[in-house]
């Protein structure tokens, strides 16, 4: 019954910026954590960002500067601002949310369908 919806993804030339949204199905101060992972073609999911109940953030060191993860309990949404896009960036982006005791990306987590992010010239 939980439901993750992304969207805001698209093609975007190196340098350029996007802002991925994750709408929920209900209120997101009802997680423990959310995050966005990634995957690219032959590549293991990563998690990208993730935000804590309390604003506590993380960063994978090769989106540190660039990237940046926010909530917005209101619009029951989460975000994730990308900025100075590189090639390698290029995936297919997921927000994924924990409740509970459970980790963020565990079996026991909740998955959104995906947005296509592309960065090319």
């Known amino acids: 019954q939980v439901q993750l919806v992304e969207s805001g993804g698209g093609l975007v030339q190196p340098g350029g910026s996007l802002r991925l949204s994750c709408a929920a199905s209900?209120?997101?101060?009802?997680?423990?954590?959310m995050g966005w992972y990634r995957q690219a073609p032959g590549k293991q999911r990563e998690l990208v960002a993730s935000?804590?109940?309390?604003?506590?953030?993380y960063y994978a060191d090769s989106v540190k500067g660039r990237f940046t993860i926010s909530g917005d309990n209101a619009k029951n949404t989460v975000y994730l601002q990308m900025n100075s896009l590189k090639p390698e960036d290029t995936a297919v982006y997921y927000c994924?949310?924990?409740?509970?005791?459970?980790?963020?990306?565990?079996?026991?987590?909740?998955w959104g369908q995906g947005t296509q992010v592309t960065v090319s010239s």
């Open positions: 935000i804590a109940k309390g604003g506590r953030t």
């Open positions: 209900g209120s997101i101060f009802s997680f423990n954590a």
């Open positions: 994924n949310a924990a409740i509970l005791n459970y980790g963020l990306g565990s079996d026991r987590s909740y």
